[in-house]
């Protein structure tokens, strides 16, 4: 059974930093596009970033571009998303997921599945 843990969210001050970890078990991360994904109290899930397992490539959402970096090591089979300069509005439920539709759109959550419990991510004076 394809499952996802994430870890790492927490409490931060603005401006502060968080590395969020994302674990697979019962399959090889390396197969697969994983994305990560947010969402706060009362709003539509919203994609963050994605990395490809094919080329290494990677896409982030405009309101995360030059913030947030994401990762993987095949090794540990885990993928990261190292946070930067968070903001209050970065304020969410963090999930990673792995792309089960093949398609040109990045971070559509309907193409990913395998879902995480999620980790929450606070940024709070």
């Known amino acids: 059974q394809l499952q996802l843990v994430e870890s790492g969210g927490g409490l931060v001050q603005p401006g502060g930093s968080l590395r969020l970890s994302c674990a697979a078990s019962?399959?090889?991360?390396?197969?697969?596009?994983i994305g990560w994904f947010r969402q706060a109290p009362g709003k539509e899930r919203e994609g963050v970033s994605e990395?490809?397992?094919?080329?290494?490539?990677?896409y982030y959402s405009d309101s995360v571009k030059g913030r947030f970096i994401i990762s993987r090591d095949n090794a540990k089979n885990t993928v990261y998303l190292q946070m930067n300069s968070l903001k209050p509005e970065d304020t969410a439920v963090y999930y990673c997921?792995?792309?089960?539709?093949?398609?040109?759109?990045?971070?559509?959550?309907?193409?990913?599945?395998?879902w995480g419990q999620g980790t929450q991510v606070t940024v709070s004076s």
């Open positions: 019962g399959f090889t991360l390396d197969y697969y596009d």
């Open positions: 997921a792995a792309r089960v539709v093949v398609s040109t759109t990045p971070l559509l959550a309907a193409d990913f599945g395998s």
């Open positions: 990395t490809s397992s094919s080329d290494g490539s990677t």
